[in-house]
């Protein structure tokens, strides 16, 4: 939303820093695959799957983004605009049936 946007650090699908915030926030696509475009743009806002955090949803978001088990001081605090577009919950880098294993 605006009012944690208008204000927070946004992050490129890298966690390159496109502008530093004041709020405490950080806002970036959460969709692992990247942009389906060859030119890199993303199609949609559903398709980059845009998602703000707090310090601590920053935490989790490193460790989603590593593979690892997430260290958490406290319980996070995260903003999606409108989910995702079908990505595996136990698994969020499985986006196809193809990738999927047998418990998947």
Known sequence: PSFL???ATI???TQK?????TNGWTCMPANPSGPASEDGVWASAREAAPVCFDAAGLDW??????RKKPL???DAFVWMLQGDLG???TDPFVTSKEEAGPDQ
């Open 72 to 74: 958490m001081k406290r």
């Open 5 to 7: 946007s208008s204000k």
């Open 11 to 13: 992050l490129d699908s």
């Open 61 to 66: 978001m490193k460790g989603w983004m590593a």
């Open 17 to 21: 820093v496109l502008r530093n915030g």
């Open 87 to 89: 990505f595996d919950n």
